[in-house]
């Protein structure tokens, strides 16, 4: 075996077949640019469209450098195509089609969102370069702003017309679709509380026919988050601590009209409050005390709300001491076997703060003065979150900035110290009015007014207004200067005419009964006693013309007291009043506008007296209350009352001593459910009619009888009242519903003589008649006629010289006069002319201060007409002779 190894070591070796190598893959050769064109470019210049790439003369380039050459171009979307030729040669042509220039954006299809809500939006405007990138994106925007209205199912179709010159018109065909509503809302979980009181927590609602004004019923994916949280604060507060929502998922139908969304939770058990400590870093305050302040008691159930209010007026208190950044932070010691949760509120240490400045910010108009005198704290006063609040409420009640005017605390310049800033918005405070306008009180309406009530931005009033309608005309002057000489004294004065007619209804035939007309002035004058309670005088002067319409109530010259009642006739005539009053003001309203909470009473007493022709005293009172009661309900009542005593003799047997345009009146629009003076003691004369059968009764329909109100001396009027609150929707429209209670009288004023006494008719047996329906059966009134110098007419026969025959009346009981009183020739007797009235009833009726209660509902619309208020009210407890009223409506007044 060795000798063979070893053989076959020495054998010789055989070569081995030779093997080529790999063929080596060859790169493009590089070549060089020689030169370089661009062609079918417009607007574009060459050179900015060889910016875009890498291509230069001279350089080398490759099939990859052309390739990425022509991406590059097509990414600067100033290009809608791209090529180049002569690759093999050196000679490059850039040909290029440019992308079209936008001549105008066109929408079409959409009515719900108009141009000015979805242009803006969007990315594409006239004279830019078209791309379909950019048209993609603003479809997707639109579509995304329909979807934020509800309208899931909108669709947007983009349209390119093509124009000369390379330009082109972009068209959104928009179909809206229907608004996609909340079909049903679900909730899987709950078993301490149904799925109708959960919905109610919710400001989403599902979409039924009773919320067609709602805007609620269209999905939000932002409003389904704020229901979730909704849920969880409703659990909490009735003492579900652990409540969670586990999934909140919402499904578009098919047809992508509706949503329907649900809800799964998890409730978890029910707790209650268990132990509840403060713990304050502030040595001024008593632990204890604090604690036993709060609202939260061992043993209640828990409720969040509570704590909450808690850490508020712990807050609160601190800054009543002066500590404007207290931080109350609540330890929950949560207890799972006992089902308690102990609470204990942390105060941390801090330092009293002091005022340092006060910040006034965005009053363009208004000057800081203005503001600055309404504030309750000064800079340097040690700070107090009460009268920081009571500024803010005075600087809101100005009525010269927008609402929600918040006062902010920062930090000064060191840890003591604070900084308030004012920062208001203007809102307009000048008016120019030229309304016309329609209401059940006073037919047609004219009006005029200009008022400034932020004269020159000194808070200063001028106003100027003029009203014209069927019930009243008026002229009014007047300025008011709220700080006198920079002193909190306001003094402010009016120059007035006034025209008034008092009227009544006969059937549809509107009479006046008697005209009012007032010509004078008032002077006021107002001083502050305290924070909240102020004093006024004042002084008015006037002259009163009390009128009738001659052609109506007067005979022979004189008032006809058949014709307007004996109690109107007696008022007629000409008076000067000298009137001296005073008023105390408690006012602690957080806003004069349109007030949510406090409350204001006026207590006043004026003497008519000092001069003029009119003696009188008047005492007036009324007392405003109003509550927030949360989620926009706000409640107010309301209470009122005067009296008015005379300081004369009565004039006679029946009149009363205080003139009938100086009582009280009750009625439309104060006292609602009642008509214009439909309260009170008035005197009703009713005629008679024939039945089907020929009786004689008493005519029933209200609008036949004359209703002649006398007013009267006394008064009193109560009402409470709930606004509710609308959706945002209806917000927008500026409705605001409410429902009320009235009760009120109108009383005590001395019995009116008859007007007329008529003879009720006897039997054969001497005993009294009365018709069918139980009234007395009158006889005709017959009443001499007398010429305006009250001589007895006679009538006188005659024939003329053509043979025809007549009657005229004369003053002669023998013979004729040609004029009243003159000497009377023949001897022919005359008989006496009389009048023949007929029969009426009279009433004297309402004097009583029995309430009258009424119920209704009402809503206050700022329309594009001006202010509209509508009332539905109903009187359940009424008097006989009141003149109840089921609708009304008011518009071009303000409320």
Request: hydrophobic share 35%.
């Amino acid at each position: 075996m060795l000798a063979g190894m070893a053989q076959a070591q020495t054998a010789p070796q055989q070569a081995l077949p030779s093997v080529a190598p790999p063929p080596t893959v060859q790169a493009a050769p590089a070549r060089t640019i020689k030169s370089l064109r661009v062609v079918g470019n417009q607007r574009i210049e060459p050179d900015t469209v060889l910016s875009y790439t890498k291509l230069r003369v001279g350089e080398s380039y490759t099939n990859e450098t052309v390739d990425l050459a022509i991406k590059d171009l097509l990414a600067s979307d100033l290009l809608a195509d791209v090529q180049i030729e002569g690759v093999e040669t050196g000679d490059l042509i850039v040909r290029v089609r440019e992308n079209p220039i936008i001549n105008r954006i066109v929408l079409e299809g959409n009515r719900r969102l108009k141009n000015d809500k979805i242009l803006p939006e969007i990315k594409l405007r006239p004279r830019q370069i078209f791309t379909r990138t950019a048209v993609r994106a603003d479809v997707a925007r639109i579509v995304e702003l329909y979807r934020r209205q509800g309208r899931f199912a909108a669709v947007v179709e983009p349209q390119q017309v093509q124009l000369d010159q390379n330009r082109v018109d972009v068209v959104f065909e928009i179909n809206e679709g229907p608004k996609s509503k909340v079909r049903q809302i679900n909730i899987i979980g709950n078993e301490q509380f149904d799925d109708d009181d959960l919905r109610k927590e919710m400001a989403t609602k599902q979409a039924r026919f009773f919320r067609f004004f709602s805007s609620n019923t269209s999905y939000d994916q932002d409003r389904l988050a704020y229901d979730q949280q909704k849920l969880r604060q409703f659990y909490l507060t009735e003492g579900y601590a652990d409540f969670r929502v586990i999934s909140a998922v919402a499904e578009l139908t098919p047809d992508k009209e509706d949503f329907i969304i649900t809800y799964v939770v998890e409730e978890g058990p029910r707790y209650k409050f268990g132990d509840v400590e403060v713990d304050s870093g502030i040595r001024d305050f008593d632990n204890e005390k604090l604690a036993a302040g709060l609202p939260i008691k061992k043993g209640d159930w828990f409720n969040a709300s509570l704590v909450e209010n808690s850490v508020t007026s712990l807050t609160e208190t601190a800054g009543l001491f002066g500590y404007a950044f207290a931080d109350v932070r609540p330890e929950y010691q949560r207890d799972p076997e006992n089902l308690t949760m102990g609470l204990a509120f942390n105060i941390a240490e801090s330092a009293r703060t002091y005022v340092e400045r006060i910040e006034i910010t965005g009053n363009t108009q208004t000057q800081d003065e203005v503001i600055r005198r309404e504030m309750r704290l000064a800079e340097g006063d040690a700070y107090n979150s009460f009268l920081r609040k009571r500024s803010q409420d005075r600087v809101n009640s100005l009525g010269f900035f927008q609402d929600k005017f918040e006062i902010e605390e920062k930090e000064g310049s060191s840890p003591d110290r604070v900084v308030l800033g004012a920062n208001v918005e203007e809102r307009s405070t000048g008016e120019l009015t030229l309304s016309a306008g329609f209401s059940s009180l006073e037919r047609f309406i004219l009006q005029g007014s200009i008022r400034q009530r932020n004269f020159r931005g000194k808070g200063q009033d001028l106003r100027l207004q003029a009203n014209y309608s069927s019930y009243s005309k008026s002229v009014e002057l007047g300025f008011t200067e709220p700080y006198l000489f920079d002193k909190n004294i306001a003094l402010g004065g009016t120059i007035f005419r006034r025209d008034f007619n008092a009227f009544n209804f006969i059937g549809n035939d509107r009479n006046t009964t008697f005209s009012q007309t007032s010509t004078g002035f008032q002077i006021v004058a107002g001083v502050p006693l305290t924070e909240y309670w102020s004093l006024s005088a004042r002084y008015q002067l006037s002259q009163d013309d009390v009128s009738l319409d001659e052609a109506t109530y007067f005979t022979d010259g004189s008032c006809d007291p058949l014709r307007a009642g004996r109690y109107l006739c007696e008022q007629i005539g000409n008076r000067m009043t000298s009137l001296v009053g005073l008023s105390l003001v408690f006012d602690s309203l957080n806003s004069r506008l349109r007030p949510t909470r406090g409350s204001r009473l006026v207590v006043g007493a004026d003497f008519a007296g000092l001069g003029g022709d009119v003696r009188y005293v008047r005492g007036r009172g009324e007392y405003s209350k109003f509550w927030g009661l949360g989620s926009g309900f706000i409640f107010s009542v309301n209470a009122q009352g005067g009296y008015i005593h005379s300081l004369e003799d009565s004039a006679g047997p029946g009149i009363d001593a205080i003139r009938i345009v100086d009582r009280f009146y009750l009625g439309e629009p104060q006292f609602r459910g009642f008509d214009i003076r439909g309260v009170g003691p008035r005197v009703l004369r009713t005629p008679f009619t024939t039945d089907e059968d020929g009786n004689t009764i008493l005519v029933t329909d209200r609008d036949q009888i004359v209703d002649d109100p006398l007013g009267g001396r006394a008064y009193y009027l109560g009402r409470a009242e709930l606004e509710i609150p609308l959706g945002a929707g209806a917000q927008e429209l500026g409705l605001r519903p409410s429902v009320y209670v009235q009760a009120g009288s109108l009383f005590s004023i001395q019995r009116p003589l008859p007007t007329a006494t008529f003879t009720q008719a006897t039997d054969a047996n001497g005993d009294p008649v009365f018709n069918v329906d139980g009234s007395p059966r009158l006889l005709d009134l017959v009443r001499p006629v007398t010429s305006d110098a009250g001589q007895q007419l006679y009538i006188n026969s005659f024939t003329n010289d053509d043979g025809i025959t007549g009657t005229r009346l004369t003053t002669c009981s023998v013979g004729y006069a040609d004029t009243y009183g003159g000497a009377c020739a023949g001897n022919d007797p005359n008989a006496a002319a009389t009048q023949t009235i007929s029969p009426f009833l009279e009433q004297f009726v309402g004097d009583t201060p029995k309430p009258r209660i009424t119920v209704g509902v009402g809503v206050n619309w700022n329309s594009p007409f001006g202010p509209l208020r509508i009332d539905l009210a109903k009187d359940i407890v009424s008097v006989d002779g009141d003149d109840p009223k089921l609708l009304t409506f008011n518009v071009g007044a303000a409320f």
